[in-house]
């Protein structure tokens, strides 16, 4: 079992900065990846990013060059630096822990979200 707490969101103006953090209640090395994930109101849940246990990063192309996605396995965190927010970006952001099994099966952790709003 994964405990997931996140941090960092809140209101900014359109062309800010925030900065989520994802504080794990285990160690994460062995995790397969971490993420971010979004919904918007009326919206299905979408992925921002993710950061595989190599370290290779995954971005939806509306986040890319704008975003970046981090871990830090030392400190059991996963952080999203967020440029150039736009109001599209307002959403529900939720950090993620999952894990696949040789069968082919993918375990799925969740935080409880953060709230981003941008305002134009």
């Known amino acids: 079992q994964v405990r997931l707490v996140e941090s960092g969101g809140g209101l900014v103006q359109a062309g800010g900065s925030l900065r989520l953090s994802c504080a794990a209640s285990?160690?994460?090395?062995?995790?397969?990846?971490m993420g971010w994930y979004r919904q918007a109101p009326g919206k299905q849940r979408e992925l921002v990013a993710t950061?595989?246990?190599?370290?290779?990063?995954n971005y939806a192309d509306s986040v890319k060059g704008r975003f970046t996605i981090s871990r830090d396995n030392a400190k059991n965190t996963v952080s999203l630096q967020m440029n150039s927010l736009r109001p599209e970006d307002t959403a529900v952001y939720y950090c993620?822990?999952?894990?696949?099994?040789?069968?082919?099966?993918?375990?799925?952790?969740w935080g409880q979200g953060t709230q981003v709003t941008v305002s134009s």
């Open positions: 285990t160690s994460i090395f062995s995790i397969d990846a």
């Open positions: 993620n822990a999952a894990n696949t099994y040789s069968s082919g099966s993918t375990l799925h952790y």
């Open positions: 950061i595989a246990r190599s370290g290779s990063t």
